[in-house]
């Protein structure tokens, strides 16, 4: 089967840095999206990866290695509105999008 | 750019009821859109997959009788839950891919419907 692994809930104070892992078992890989998703509200991009190493974005980071299925998200300088749940999802050989769970991040002053 | 709309955002009306969603791509075109339902805290789940000028294809278990979808262009889709009941009642969101970013598009989503079925 196809599944995406990352942790149900973390916690973090503000001002810190926090990095939710991702870990995916698919048919083929054609590149990996992190979402953030505010509570009652649609996903919002943030991040895609395609090739191995890092890809920075102000305070958002995401990695990529594909040959351990491995992939995380990097958030710096936490704010409290960076309380959200953040979602891995992978494209696979079929252009399909397999979702994770999402993680859902709390952050504390 | 890359916005997505979706109308309406919050859908109150009395079982038996079909309630049609619409989701338009408001500064692209969009050759793929797909339909979402989100139950509380749960994850996305994929409904169907809708291509412009084509029959949506639906995921396993979704019945493609009750929820009818509709790609007429390349900028708007809709989704009709037909004869609705309480078990309906769910946060339905859409989301489009622009094809210029190549085969592995980022989806940009709308707002979501928040949909409550008395």
């Known amino acids: 089967g196809q599944n995406i692994d990352q942790p149900t809930e973390m916690t973090a104070t503000e001002g810190a840095i926090v990095q939710i892992n991702c870990t995916y078992q698919?048919?083929?890989?054609?590149?990996l999206f992190w979402y953030q998703q505010h509570a009652g509200e649609a996903p919002t991009f943030l991040s895609y990866?395609?090739l191995d190493g890092l890809e920075e974005k102000g305070r958002f980071s995401s990695f990529l290695s594909r040959s351990k299925g491995y992939s995380y998200l990097l958030l710096k300088e936490l704010q409290m509105k960076d309380s959200a749940s953040y979602l891995c999802?992978?494209?696979?050989?079929?252009?399909?999008?397999?979702w994770g769970a999402g993680t859902k991040l709390i952050i504390k002053p | 750019g890359a916005v997505v709309s979706q109308h309406p955002s919050w859908v109150i009306c009395k079982s038996g009821t079909s309630v049609k969603i619409e989701c338009r791509s408001l500064?692209?075109?969009?050759?793929?859109m797909f339909w979402y339902r989100q139950f509380p805290k749960q994850s996305l789940m994929l409904m169907a997959t809708?291509?412009?000028?084509?029959?949506?294809?639906?995921e396993q278990g979704v019945e493609k009788d009750k929820f009818l979808i509709n790609h007429a262009s390349l900028t708007l889709s809709t989704l009709t839950v037909t004869s609705a009941h309480p078990e309906d009642s769910s946060f339905y969101i859409c989301?489009?891919?622009?094809?210029?970013?190549?085969?592995?598009?980022?989806?940009?989503f709308g707002d979501g419907t928040r949909l409550s079925i008395l």
């Open positions: 990866n395609v």
């Open positions: 809708s291509n412009e000028g084509s029959k949506a294809t639906y």
């Open positions: 500064d692209f075109q969009a050759t793929t």
């Open positions: 698919t048919s083929g890989f054609n590149g």
């Open positions: 989301s489009a891919s622009t094809p210029l970013e190549g085969d592995t598009q980022p989806q940009h």
């Open positions: 999802a992978v494209t696979n050989s079929n252009y399909q999008l397999i």
